[in-house]
């Protein structure tokens, strides 16, 4: 039997899976591929979650592709505005005519031998399962688990007489005009929620084990808007973009390097934006340092305005039980409720789920480290696209899709048809993939592949430098095998 062959397939039709099937029709207009998209649609994330307020935590100018810029005043964007943008640009490069909807790759077979890759799949819609194969496999399926968010065990669940909703799951039906709404968490979910929500709730209470550090920034960008009047539009997109970069990198370097000078910067836009004597220590200074966890974002302060109305509230304490009306706490306070929400996080599930095989052995991929954060230690003819946590995760992923080209051509040039990364140097130690305090993330660092403790192997978070390394940098190195099987005259 002959089974489909693409040059390239690309898993995920996301952010970064449409970005990279540009990259691959832009830099190897003579590669054929598919992208294969386990959902009915194409968006990942930005299809994916449908709760109150859904919105970028990153600018767009530095969320959206540098090949085709994001232009529109908000510099914060809601969720339909982002698939919208996602939706066209598929549409505007022929993307959408790729993806194979309803196809959930389920394991990955690598042939050193036929290099080639043979990718198990199994139809979301009929339940019929088939193959198909590859030369090069592209992992864009980002890093958490769709089908089933974090929620930790909480007593009493049961008795509880209203609702409980994961934000990661939230129903179209959900009407929580005028009731008490409860939303558990502390994260940028949270701080999405409470202010989209309190809009038609009665009241709205953010409850926290702990505090988070929250910035707001305007949801207009001021030097944007200036720029587009003086500059040319692709000038103006650029100057924009990098303005942004750098100011991101810039608050996260003083937040490591001086965290001291970041707090009292974020507490005094904290004092500005609050009521009067409202307890900042308690609600609103965290255990950690700025950047120890992604810094939460609340566009135009939209959070502290809820507050300052009195259509919102914070407490800092712990649940105990719930009970049939709301929450009992450890400190013996009750919070009545009728929609308790638990934006308590994410499950992480790196290449969605994916068994990859080489050769027949199955591939551990905890045990492996990563080369240049987008490939993986002995897998070959395999990369994947991973964001940065400290920035927008496009940045990351267009420099991958441009990497991969790179590579790509490199072989075809040479005649090659196999490139796998190999760590010869015992002395090198790991170190986590993710050098990073968020809960969801200390909760799956065992499952995780490692990062070394240098070059090629060590996964930098710093555009400027990926940059250099990733899309001026020379693609061989004395780690890079390239090597060249004879080519299988069928496919069985």
Known sequence: MTLEHHDVLIIGAGLSGIGAAYHLQHGCPGKTFALLEAR????????????PGVRSDSDMHTLGYRFRPWTEARAIADGPSILKYLRDTAAEYGIDRKIRFHHRVVAARYSSADARWTVDVVRGDTGEALQLTCDFLLGCTGYYRYDEGYTPRFAGTERFKGRIVHPQHWPADLDYAGKRVVVIGSGATAVTLVPAMAETAGHVTMLQRSPTWISSLPTDDP?????????????????????????????????????????????????????PGYDIDRHFTPRYDPWDQRLCLAPDGDFFKAIRRGRASVVTDEIETFTEDGLRLKSGDELAADLI???????????????????????????RKTYKGLMLEGVPNFAFALGYTNASWTLKADLTGEYVCRLLRHMDARGHRQCVPINDDASMSERPLLDFGAGYVLRSLAMLPKQGSRAPWRLRMNYPADLVALRLGPVTDKVMRFSSPARATAVA
Do not use: C
Not at 40 to 49: K, R, V
Not at 234 to 260: D, E, H
């Open 40 to 51: 009915a649609d194409l968006g990942g994330t930005w299809d994916l979650f449908r709760y």
């Open 223 to 275: 030097v944007a808007g200036s720029l587009r009047r003086w500059l040319p539009e692709a000038a103006a997109a650029a100057a924009v973009r990098w303005k942004n970069i750098l100011f991101q990198l810039g608050i996260y370097q003083t937040s490591r390097r001086r965290p001291a000078v970041m707090k009292r910067l974020l507490r005094r836009a904290l004092e500005r934006q609050l009521p």
């Open 341 to 367: 929400v638990t934006a308590t996080g994410l499950n992480l599930l790196l290449f969605g789920g994916i068994r990859v095989f080489v050769d027949g052995e199955e591939v551990q991929v905890s045990t």
